[in-house]
């Protein structure tokens, strides 16, 4: 089955700077990447995903790329601020499956 | 607004009972998943459904079995909890209509702790 792997597992950044968090797979088929961000005591939520079509995508100050051939796609936070502090997880999902692998989550501190 | 709600935000419960906890969601979607959160483990499937009285073994199952007699309603059961089940429980539900898979809603999680 699928394993994705998150790196790293926490991140500390200062406000304004950027944080990245990286994820492989294991699976060619996998063909969508979701990202799903859970503040303390929070449920997790989907901030941002992409499908295997794509290599980059953009929402405001988050983006996500995509590297199909090396099996890893990535997380960007630009300009980060104090709400941005939370628990980033990553996920992947093989071709008409129906479930979700995660990665073990990054927990993101933005320093004032 | 998609709303996911679990029956218990916190739950105490001794080794051995038998534990069951509930979800329902208010947005008919077909599938409904529950999770358990560990730290540094991510979220790992427990068992899913895709339809009423439909169920698949996730990545971690022993110890765990479903039940959805309602398509709102996803129900947890741990036969005779142990202290390593000992854990946060998220549930999810998700549209999947025409072949196309929506987005993930979570509910708030349960935190169960077994003595």
């Known amino acids: 089955g699928e394993n994705v792997e998150q790196h790293p597992s926490t991140l500390s950044v200062q406000e304004g700077d950027s944080a990245v968090i990286k994820c492989t797979y294991s699976?060619?088929?996998?063909?969508?990447f979701p990202w799903y961000k859970q503040e303390l005591g929070k449920r997790p939520q989907l901030i941002i995903d992409?499908?295997?079509?794509?290599g980059e995508k953009k929402d405001q100050r988050i983006a996500v790329t995509l590297n199909k051939t090396a099996k890893h796609f990535s997380l960007h936070i630009t300009e980060t601020q104090p709400e941005d502090s939370a628990v980033y997880f990553c996920?992947?999902?093989?071709?008409?499956?129906?479930?979700?692998?995660f990665g073990g989550g990054t927990r993101v501190l933005v320093k004032p | 607004d998609v709303k996911v709600t679990q029956s218990s935000r916190y739950l105490v419960k001794r080794t051995g009972e038998k534990v069951f906890l509930e979800c329902v969601q208010d947005?008919?979607?077909?599938?409904m998943f529950w999770y358990r959160q560990d730290p540094g483990l991510g979220l790992r499937l427990i068992y899913f459904s895709y339809d009423v009285k439909m169920k698949e073994k996730g990545d971690i199952p022993e110890g765990y079995s479903v039940s959805r007699e309602k398509k709102e309603r996803f129900s947890l059961i741990l036969e005779s909890a142990s202290t390593n089940q000992t854990s946060m429980y998220l549930c999810?539900?998700?549209?999947?209509?025409?072949?196309?898979?929506?987005?993930?809603?979570f509910g708030p999680g349960t935190r169960l702790t077994v003595t």
């Open positions: 992409i499908r295997s079509n794509v």
């Open positions: 699976d060619s088929a996998s063909n969508y």
């Open positions: 999810a539900s998700r549209l999947q209509t025409g072949g196309v898979s929506y987005e993930q809603y």
């Open positions: 996920a992947a999902r093989i071709k008409g499956g129906n479930k979700l692998t």
């Open positions: 947005m008919d979607h077909e599938n």
